[in-house]
């Protein structure tokens, strides 16, 4: 049995969720790998205050989510259900859900490639020379890229 500190702290969510609900027509489901935190205080920051973004607990996102269709009877958001998988967060909004997209695409920022994450687009490394010293080979092997060095030419 959770503590009542614990205890207070998920209803507070619960009833803060419950109120987006109610106040808000439209949100949408927003992935939030790799994203720092500076990252997202500066789009919260300028999504505000038309626009809330709640980040939280799928699981209780999810039981807060299905007991407000029980008790409004408002099915309007169970389908936000099916998509709370993995890193994600909800953004409520009255405004256009497209100017809010656009707004955050203004802060999306190239990372560069570390072990162990999964790249968002498929990356093909051909085959050959790359043009390298055989010195800079610690790039590939931070990667846990093998390479192979030639004698001779690049």
Not at 87 to 95: A, C
Not at 103 to 119: D, N, S, T
Request: proline share 5%; glycine share 10%.
């Amino acid at each position: 049995m959770p503590s009542a500190t614990k205890l207070e702290k998920k209803e507070a969510y619960h009833q803060r969720l419950c109120d987006y609900l109610n106040t808000y027509e439209r949100a949408f489901v927003v992935g939030a790998d790799n994203v720092g935190s500076k990252q997202m205080s500066d789009i919260r920051a300028a999504l505000r205050p038309e626009t809330i973004i709640l980040m939280g607990k799928n699981t209780m996102m999810k039981r807060s989510i299905r007991l407000y269709c029980e008790e409004t009877g408002n099915d309007q958001w169970a389908p936000l259900l099916d998509e709370l998988v993995g890193n994600v967060g909800l953004i409520f909004t009255k405004g256009d859900l497209s100017q809010v997209k656009a707004e955050i695409a203004k802060y999306k920022v190239g990372a560069p490639a570390r072990v162990g994450l999964v790249a968002p687009n498929d990356v093909t490394i051909p085959s050959g020379g790359t043009g390298m010293d055989p010195s800079q080979t610690s790039f590939f092997q931070a990667l846990a890229i093998a390479t192979k060095i030639n004698k001779g030419g690049c």
